[in-house]
């Protein structure tokens, strides 16, 4: 029972009457059993005794219950003999099994007892062999310690000589001009470039001399590699087609590269500015004549110079084909220097700064900064400069040998026309800007020159007037020269802030004379035709001008204002034509300074104290008007039938009229001032005595203002 892992507890040994085995406390005491012999009572005391919330008690409980023992006389006295016969069993077994443990530990005594002496017999071997071989291993060390400070002395020498020194086949690649200049020799020319930058590091310790050696030998290397590739520029610009879109990349490259040299540079761009100043000049030469420089014909090309008998064709052809190679020298250009940003510029700037004599002198006397838009401008400039003179020489020509006004300040526009496109091409400051001014000055002064020499030619005109009063045809003429000037300038690339400032010179050559032509004529003949004779021609002149006036505005406002001058002054003179002819002249003048609210004013009215208001005289007045009214508007309209804008005739009659009428009311107002005068004294005398004697003036001068402005509305 012990295996299967189940303690019993000790029973108490039974003496005569042992306790029940329910009872945890089977022994009773001496004292108890003298005290009462009845085994009843002593059990009965002994259960009563028994304390039943002991834990062992109930695990004693617990264990009989799972043996599944029934209660039985035989069963309580065996039971404690079957256990304790358990307890021995289990012991028995345990006592075997550390037999069994001990056995083992007793040889694996034996087997430590061995394994120590095979240790002791290897350790004496191991300390004689040590012994031994102590000097051997001390030497072999120190070996392996100097093949290890050799390995690393040739590593690092090796990399001394990749990285400070250029190999055999490096510097031949680099100085000899069998090598051809490809990649190798560009990262050849790197390499030596680093070599000798790197160099400084060199001289930063006691001993220079290595660094020194190397810089030098690694300079002359670099000095020979760059007249090499100045060499092999030169010669690759000698054959470089910019027409082909893929130009060498090699080309770019190297050009970027040798910037680096800035004398080698410049020179490389003289070279190149050269060659194709001289390309360009052959090219547009063949474009003119059709014929190269050296007299081979080319069938494919046209000629310029069969349009020749059309000046300004033939002129505009000639800049056309110059802006087109400008156009495109500028583009192959960008690529060939300027399309891979500012590399040119650092090379430059690089190059100047290595530069000895540079490095001596000031700083503020160093050249400016590198600007590639500017040297590219210039190059493209130079590039031109050939095919400039040409074009100058033609033009020049052709300017000269017009003598058609219009057609000379068509050519003058056309060529501020390409200044303005070759100042946005090349900026300002370029020889071909310089020549576009040039011609077109020159252009200018051929107009002005021609439009003054017509102007004299014309001086003869000048002195006749139109008998229609008309604008004269030479100021015809002149407008229509003029719109066609205008419209010529109209398509011109001036800015709209200066076009009018732009156009006054060529308004006062070809505009203004033959105004002043037009003043001139009208001094000569009678008023009011000389404000009709100016309104016909500022008339027609403002017409010209009016679709233009973007850039004749001045002009514009100044006729405007001629215009109501010369209209003013014609209405004063078909007001005094209706003073005149109606016969009411001397009427108006009397009774002007007089007002019917000055009963002075009205008193010397009724009193007929004015010759003009005697009834003779009023009643003239009266029929002279009322002979007038009837042709009136007529006869006024036929004093201005000569004036070309029928609508300002009739506006300037009608501005006469209101006036006449207005002067006829004031007239009109007195008089009914009067005869309500002269009505009121008679009423107060009270009789009619003097009726004979004082007539009623409205009866003499019967016409209202009403009736006035009907007949000569």
Not at 82 to 106: C, H, M, P, W, Y
Not at 270 to 287: G, H, T, V, W
Request: glycine share 4%; charged share 25%.
């Amino acid at each position: 029972m012990a295996s299967d892992g189940l303690a019993s507890p000790p029973l108490p040994i039974r003496d005569g009457i042992s306790p029940s085995p329910l009872s945890p406390t089977g022994t009773s005491t001496p004292g108890s059993t003298g005290r009462s012999s009845n085994p009843l009572s002593s059990k009965v005391t002994s259960v009563l005794s028994t304390s039943y919330a002991d834990a062992e008690f109930r695990e004693s409980l617990a264990l009989l219950d799972e043996r599944g023992i029934s209660n039985t006389a035989e069963t309580r006295r065996q039971l404690r003999l079957d256990v304790q016969k358990e307890v021995i069993d289990s012991n028995g077994k345990i006592i075997t099994e550390f037999g069994r443990v001990a056995e083992q530990l007793r040889r694996i005594g034996v087997t430590i007892d061995r394994l120590n002496k095979s240790y002791q017999e290897m350790r004496g071997h191991v300390t004689a062999a040590h012994e031994s071989t102590s000097s051997v291993l001390e030497e072999a060390s120190s070996l392996m310690t100097q093949r290890r400070n050799v390995e690393t002395k040739q590593q690092v020498l090796k990399a001394f000589r990749e990285h400070f020194v250029l190999s055999d086949d490096e510097v031949a690649s680099l100085t000899l001009t069998a090598e051809p200049v490809d990649d190798r020799f560009f990262a050849v020319l790197s390499k030596a470039k680093r070599i000798r930058k790197d160099c400084e590091f060199l001289l930063g310790f006691e001993s220079q001399t290595l660094g020194l050696e190397i810089m030098d030998q690694t300079s002359k290397n670099l000095n020979q590699a760059f007249q090499k590739l100045y060499r092999w520029v030169q010669k690759e610009f000698k054959t470089l087609n910019l027409e082909n879109p893929q130009i060498n990349s090699s080309v770019r490259r190297a050009i970027r590269v040798l910037a680096e040299r800035p004398s080698l540079f410049q020179n490389c761009l003289d070279f190149f500015a050269e060659a194709r100043e001289q390309i360009l000049s052959d090219a547009f030469y063949l474009a003119l004549t059709g014929t190269s420089a050296a007299g081979a014909k080319d069938h494919s090309v046209k000629p310029i110079e069969l349009v020749a008998h059309d000046p300004l064709r033939y002129a505009g052809d000639m800049l056309a084909w110059t802006h087109s190679a400008a156009v495109s020298e500028r583009e192959a250009l960008e690529i060939l220097f300027v399309s891979d940003g500012n590399e040119i510029a650092k090379g430059i700037q690089e190059g100047r700064e290595n530069e000895l004599w540079l490095l001596m002198a000031d700083e503020t006397d160093g050249p400016p900064e590198f600007d590639a838009v500017k040297a590219l401008n210039e190059l493209v400039d130079r590039d031109v400069s050939g095919a400039a003179r040409i074009l100058r020489q033609r033009v020049e020509q052709v300017i000269q040998t017009n003598e058609d006004t219009i057609l000379a300040y068509k050519l003058a526009n056309l060529l501020g026309f390409y200044r303005v496109t070759f100042s946005k091409l090349i900026g300002d400051g370029s020889v071909l800007l310089q020549t576009m001014t040039n011609l077109e000055a020159e252009a200018l002064r051929q107009f002005r020159s021609l439009m003054r020499d017509h102007i004299t030619t014309l001086e003869s005109e000048f002195q006749h007037t139109p008998s229609d009063l008309g604008p004269p045809e030479f100021l015809q003429e002149a407008l229509k020269q003029l719109t066609a000037i205008m419209k010529t300038y109209e398509t011109s690339l001036a800015s709209d802030g200066d076009r009018e400032a732009d156009f006054d010179p060529i308004l006062a050559e070809s505009f203004d004379p033959f105004l002043a032509g037009c003043a001139n004529m009208a001094s000569h003949i009678p008023s009011p035709n000389t404000s009709i004779f100016l309104l016909n021609c500022q008339q027609a002149a403002l017409t010209a001008l009016t679709p233009f006036s973007s850039f004749t505005r001045p002009r514009i406002v100044r006729l405007e204002s001629s215009i109501a001058e010369h209209s003013t002054s014609l209405v004063s003179s078909q007001y005094s034509f209706f003073r005149s002819e109606s016969a009411l002249e001397p009427l108006f003048t009397a009774l002007a300074p007089l007002s019917d609210a000055r009963p002075d004013d009205v008193a010397k009215v009724a009193n007929f104290d004015l010759d003009v208001l005697k009834p003779d005289a009023l009643a003239a007045a009266a029929q002279g008007l009322d002979d007038f009214l009837p042709s009136a508007v007529m006869d006024a309209l036929d004093n201005v039938k000569h004036l070309q804008d029928a609508a300002l005739a009739r506006e300037v009659t009608e501005e006469a009229a209101d006036r006449f009428c207005s002067d006829f009311e004031h007239v009109e107002e007195l008089l009914v001032a009067a005869d309500e005068l002269i009505e009121e004294e008679r009423e107060q005398k009270g009789g009619v005595a003097n009726d004979e004697e004082r007539p009623s003036l409205r009866a003499l001068f019967p016409r209202t203002t009403g009736e006035i402005r009907v007949l000569l509305s």
